[in-house]
Each structure stands twice: as C-alpha cells, then as structure tokens.
T-cell receptor
Framework: ETGVTQTPRHLVMGMTNKKSLKCEQH?????MYWYKQSAKKPLELMFV???????ENNSVPSRFSPECPNSSHLFLHLHTLQPEDSALYLC????????????FGPGTRLTVT | KQEVTQIPAALSVPEGENLVLNCSFT??????LQWFRQDPGKGLTSLLL?????REQTSGRLNASLDKSSGRSTLYIAASQPGDSATYLC???????????????FGKGTLLTVNP
C-alpha cells in the first residue's frame, strides 16, 4: 500500500464513450503524474501537475484530458478513444516536482473495444 | 535521448538460485537509478535507489550495483523464492540541472519466474 489509490481498477469502454479515471494520494504530496504502460513498451509519462498546475504534457492526444482540482486528486478524462489506447494507466505522486521519489498507484487496466 | 535496455526480457529459474538482472542506459549523465518491482496488473513498488555517486545499494536479499561510466546496473537476487516472481523495471533519472528532472526513463522490464 503506497498511499496512492486509483479507481476504477478495470474499465472497458467503447470508442464513442466518455469515462474518467480517478487518482487520490494520501501522502501530502504536491506533484502528481499520469503514466501509460502499453504491452511490450516502457512506461511513458503523459502529464505532470505541480500544485494543481500542469507542468508537462508529453505530446498526448487531446482525447486524453487531465484535471487536477487539488493536490490530492487527479483525473484523466477519456473520450473517443482508439483500441491502441488500451493499456495500464498508472498514477504517481511525489513531494514536489524535481528529484523527489515517485510513489505509484495500482493502476487502471483500460480496454477500448 | 536516453534509452534504457533490460536483458533478459524474461527469466525462469528454480527456487533457491541466485540470479542477476541487467540494465543498461545510453547516457551516463544520470542523477540516480531505481529498480522497481511490478506484480501482474499492478503498480510499481520501489526496491532500491542508487544515487549517481554510489556504487551499490543493498536491501535484504537484493543488491543493486551501478557503473555509471559504462552505463550499466545489475540487480542481484540471492536465494530466489517463488514470491520473487514479478516484472523488474529499471529507471534512470536525468541530472538535477533544473527543469524536467522529475522525468524517469524506464526499461521494458524483465519478467522473472521462480519455480518451486
């Protein structure tokens, strides 16, 4: 248990659906991250937030829309996804943006049909 | 651009065997290197973190070494157990030169199976 929770743990959605992934951290951290882990590919950083402000958008398609309403919560809004977006989406948090250690949640396994 | 390679991609060993997992990186200018464990469909658990000025770190049956100049790290697991079965990921962090040093570059991982 790392203090970072993610819901739902599994999600199946059609290409025309709209869904959201939720991440919550109970560590008092100020930075939060979204990563994508596709089969047979390294983890890819998607977005980084520091004190609710986005500091990184790693060339992610606009069908992924992040939201960070406060330093404890992070959302990833999904719409009109493609089958190749099926992956494990991991959330992480750290004390701050920089060389602080990142703590990962258990992930949401997303399948796009 | 930093690239991280992990060899082998998969490894199967009998219980009790000592084993070594390998990680190599193309740019030796790193801040630190971290080994993670990932169980199927789950998040990452940090195992060991080695700063660029260190040569090795130990935790229980795990020992990680770092040779920054040659761009290599190894994770040594002693007396392996079935509970060690998981994917092991290596990640390097860019230097603390200001901006973007939160970025971790990951390898694809080594899938370890320890058979009873």
């Amino acid at each position: 248990e790392t203090g970072v929770t993610q819901t739902p743990r599994h999600l199946v959605m059609g290409m025309t659906n709209k869904k959201s992934l939720k991440c919550e951290q109970h560590l008092g951290h100020n930075a939060m991250y979204w990563y994508k882990q596709s089969a047979k590919k390294p983890l890819e950083l998607m977005f980084v937030y520091s004190l609710e402000e986005r500091v990184e958008n790693n060339s992610v398609p606009s069908r992924f829309s992040p939201e960070c309403p406060n330093s404890s919560h992070l959302f990833l809004h999904l719409h009109t996804l493609q089958p190749e977006d099926s992956a494990l989406y991991l959330c992480a948090s750290s004390q701050g943006v920089g060389v602080y250690e990142q703590y990962f949640g258990p992930g949401t396994r997303l399948t796009v049909t | 651009k930093q690239e991280v390679t992990q060899i082998p991609a998969a490894l199967s060993v009998p219980e009790g065997e000592n084993l070594v997992l390998n990680c190599s990186f193309t740019d030796s200018a790193i801040y630190n290197l971290q080994w993670f464990r990932q169980d199927p469909g789950k998040g990452l658990t940090s195992l060991l973190l080695i700063q660029s000025s260190q040569r090795e770190q130990t935790s229980g049956r795990l020992n990680a070494s770092l040779d920054k100049s040659s761009g290599r790290s190894t994770l040594y697991i002693a007396a392996s157990q079935p509970g060690d079965s998981a994917t092991y990921l290596c990640a390097v962090r860019r230097p603390d030169s200001g901006g973007s040093n939160y970025k971790l570059t990951f390898g694809k991982g080594t899938l370890l199976t320890v058979n009873p």
